[in-house]
């Protein structure tokens, strides 16, 4: 798949994951919210089996482990960011600058990052951050500690099943 097809189609999804993410938060009735909910999960997986798909078939015709789909179209000015989260059981070492996390906003196909707690975790798989953008209205690359209190106080086991992806420096005066 050309990289145009591919950007168009992941557009498509953002898309359409993001109109069902707000008519859910507009929603009144508990029916239509799990409705749009159904509708979500049904978006992402069906993203996740073509994506699947797609990665499988380049790097079977690529020959290059460890170089991203990106990476191999040459795109230019684009983000090209390949830094993958660490994999389940490595220590997450990265420390972010709140600039730094702004970047993991979910976004154009970037990762979403949220820190909680001084913990930067990684809620790129999860349907109710679609797009980078979870209820409410909250945006992906921010701390989000006092929101993340307010909302989920006692549920902090919500943490416990996101990867962390590293930790929240403090940012020194320029």
């Given at each position: 798949m050309e990289a145009y097809g591919l950007k168009e189609k992941l557009g498509d999804f953002q898309k359409e994951i993001t109109y069902y993410s707000q008519m859910q938060i507009y929603s009144s009735n508990p029916y239509d919210k799990k409705y749009y909910e159904e509708l979500i999960q049904s978006s992402t997986d069906r993203l996740t089996v073509e994506l699947a798909e797609i990665l499988s078939i380049r790097a079977e015709g690529a020959g290059h482990p460890g170089i991203s789909a990106a990476e191999e179209q040459g795109t230019e000015g684009e983000n090209t960011n390949t830094e993958q989260p660490p994999a389940d059981g490595q220590a997450a070492d990265k420390a972010f600058t709140i600039s730094e996390l702004a970047a993991y906003d979910g976004s154009q196909g970037r990762p979403a990052y949220v820190a909680v707690n001084g913990i930067v975790y990684d809620v790129s798989d999860k349907p109710a951050w679609a797009g980078g953008?979870?209820?409410?209205?909250?945006?992906?690359?921010?701390?989000?500690?006092?929101?993340?209190?307010?909302?989920?106080?006692?549920?902090?086991?919500?943490?416990?099943?996101?990867?962390?992806?590293?930790?929240?420096?403090?940012?020194?005066?320029?």
């Open positions: 953008m979870h209820f409410a209205g909250l945006r992906a690359g921010k701390d989000l500690t006092a929101q993340f209190t307010s909302c989920h106080r006692g549920m902090e086991s919500v943490l416990t099943q996101l990867p962390v992806v590293g930790t929240l420096a403090s940012e020194t005066s320029e």
